[in-house]
């Protein structure tokens, strides 16, 4: 008889599974197996069954309890009463955790012998025969008694398993496991030097100083201490590219025994779900945006999602797929996007997303439910126990993301679009992009189009970035043009964008337009709004209050105010700073009253 304890407590006679009854008497099995052939006396078993303080017939549902087993389990049970207690010789039958522990101590004799290949074997093979967190189904007692052996056993063994794969250069196949095995237990040094160890040796050395940065604030925050010599050394190494290559390189390559899960979910199918990867490159210039890049990276760390909003040009991809980039390691089950506007500004359906997403999940065609609802369940449950990022970019508004969010879990969203409406997302943090600071414009500016050709018209560069409204696609198009027409000077082209009447076509080259997100902007207005907007930016007022747009619109004042906020939210109006005017006031950016007196004339 075979009998497993390394995930659900389980029973199989010739192969055939025995039928187990509930949660107790799985506990006094797994009690009896752990004791090894000793004496569990009915003290301890109804200790473990019940806690302290047991029910009045603890003793006679005990007995009803083993009864039950031995009918289960059949005549060669070796099951048998032992004075005021049982025990169980299982001499002729196999347990997976006695197994287990042979094989690891084997393996890490191998490791301390130098027998690198034979260690890494045995290792995979011991963690293999894990299907979940040990003892799974049993009472909360036998688990707080046995559990955390278990637990540091396997442990132990995971890291002498990457020590040995390390050590063979396997380093590209152990970073999937050991991220997760970092992620579920931050506070151990051993496996995040392994982490570090294996990101630098696949050319990803700021990761990897990323990671021990990251390690050095949990051992701070949490326990008060820094770093221990061993991962101070190493850290040391990376920095300097000094850290030593792998001692035994081998020549074939095997597969590496992954963790085990964070549900009971076979090994083996744990291993051949897909790993998607959607997102698209994050922009190599990419400039600036240091406190609001810090805030979605903390958001994220604190196990929040986030919404990233701002008026059309301000960067929010740009900033998603560079932080999306940033964290890729925290999220070794894959990487999911989707642009939830189409080319022509059209909201994409909540159900053809699910269905690209479901498919990179690993549905297959003929599995994949026909309506939103079922594609939705079918979407949660297969995330359920994964950590992975979704980028959904460009979203209209919240009714669109909520049937893409994930439910519970260790998989996070990163959401961006124009609609302050997005903050009304559960467990989502709310980041504002604005217009650059005129030093991150001068240096986007010159990331571009380069140093060389900023550097002698300081004063020209100034006014190209006035002239953007320090927008990042704006500045992105202009310092294209410097590059493509390195004959002409920055004062060439600040006096082109001089002129009101040429600057909006200007600012488009190639597929880049500043007009496009504008544009989808303005035809979400209602026409009573988009009518009121056109009177609005028809005067030369830089910033609006809430009595000037009544006054010029010949409305009530609550009427204008509630017209101002619309405006906002469709971030054709920058509100303005409330702490010193209790009146609200509304900023008007130049390139958005430019283009919509265009679409005035032009209607």
């Known amino acids: 008889m075979d009998f497993k304890i390394l995930g659900p407590v389980a029973a199989e006679l010739d192969g055939r599974p025995v039928a187990l009854d509930g949660a107790k008497q799985r506990t006094a099995l ?10 569990v006396t009915d003290e301890r078993l109804t200790t473990l069954l019940w806690g302290w303080e047991p029910p009045s017939t603890s003793t006679h549902q005990l007995y009803t309890y083993v009864s039950r087993l031995r009918s289960r389990l059949g ?40 027998r690198h290949a034979d260690a890494e074997r045995r290792l995979a093979e011991a963690l293999a025969l894990w299907t979940g967190p040990a003892l799974s189904d049993v009472t909360e007692h036998l688990a707080a008694a046995e559990g955390p052996r278990m637990t540091e056993t396997h442990l ?5 398993h990457a020590e040995a794969a390390l050590a063979l250069g396997r380093h590209d196949e152990v970073i999937p496991s050991l991220t997760r095995h970092v992620i579920r237990h931050p506070v151990r040094e051993r496996p995040r030097g392994q982490l570090m160890t294996a990101l630098f040796r696949s050319g990803r050395q700021c990761d990897a100083l990323s990671l021990y940065e990251e390690g050095r604030r949990v051992l701070a925050d949490e326990l008060g201490i820094d770093p221990g010599p061993e991962l101070r050394a190493l850290h040391q190494q990376i920095l300097t590219a000094t850290l030593p290559p792998p001692a035994a390189p081998a020549r074939r390559t095997t597969t590496l025994a992954a963790p085990a899960p964070a549900a ?3 090994a083996l199918a744990a291993q051949a779900r897909p790993v998607p990867a959607l997102l698209p490159a994050a922009p190599g210039d990419f400039t600036g945006r240091e406190a609001q890049t810090r805030e979605v990276l903390d958001a994220l760390n604190s196990h929040q999602n986030v919404a990233v909003t701002g008026a059309p040009g301000t960067g929010k991809s740009a900033l998603a797929l560079r932080v999306a980039e940033h964290v890729r390691p925290a999220f070794p089950d894959g990487q999911l996007y989707a642009d939830l506007r ?3 500004g059209t909201p994409r359906t909540p159900w053809q997303v699910l269905g690209w997403f479901l498919d990179a999940l690993g549905t297959a065609p003929a599995q994949l439910p026909a309506g939103l609802d079922e594609r939705a369940q079918l979407y949660r449950t297969l995330l359920a126990d994964r950590r992975v990022l979704i980028v959904l970019d460009n979203a209209a508004d919240d009714t669109q993301v909520r049937p893409l969010l994930p439910g519970g879990g260790a998989t996070r969203t990163l959401v961006t679009g124009v609609r302050p409406d997005l903050a009304s997302l559960e467990g989502t943090r709310l980041v504002r992009l604005g217009p650059m ?4 414009a001068t240096r986007l500016l010159a990331r571009i189009a380069g140093s060389d050709r900023i550097a002698g018209d300081p004063e020209a560069v100034a006014r190209i970035a006035e002239y953007c409204d320090r927008l990042p696609l704006a500045l992105r198009i202009a310092a294209a043009r410097l590059a493509a027409r390195s004959d002409r000077p920055p004062a060439h082209l600040a006096a082109r964008l001089a002129a009101e009447d040429r600057r909006l076509g200007e600012l488009r080259i190639g597929s880049l337009d500043v007009t496009t997100g504008l544009r989808h902007a303005l035809d979400s207005l209602d026409p009573s709004t988009a009518t009121a907007f056109a009177a609005l930016t028809a005067t030369d007022l830089p910033v609006l209050s809430p009595p000037d747009a009544a006054a010029l619109l010949d409305l009530p004042l609550h009427e204008a105010e509630d017209l101002l906020d619309r405006l906002a939210d469709a971030r054709l109006l ?3 700073p409330t702490d010193r005017d209790p009146v609200p006031r509304y900023h008007l950016m130049p390139l ?4 919509a007196r265009t679409r005035v004339l032009t209607a």
Do not use: K
Not at 94 to 114: K, S, Y
């Open 156 to 160: 132990a063994a995971t890291e002498h």
């Open 264 to 266: 009971p979910v076979p």
């Open 75 to 114: 005549p060669d049970h070796g099951l048998e009463r032992r004075g005021a207690g049982y025990r169980m010789d299982i001499a002729s039958s196999a347990l997976d955790w006695d197994r287990f522990r042979r094989l690891a101590e084997t393996g890490r004799a191998d490791l301390l012998a130098g």
């Open 30 to 39: 797994a009690a009896l197996l752990l004791a090894h052939g000793q004496v």
């Open 592 to 595: 958005v009253r430019l283009f």
């Open 574 to 576: 920058e509100p303005g």
């Open 437 to 440: 600071t005129p030093t991150e």
């Open 342 to 344: 189409t080319a022509d």
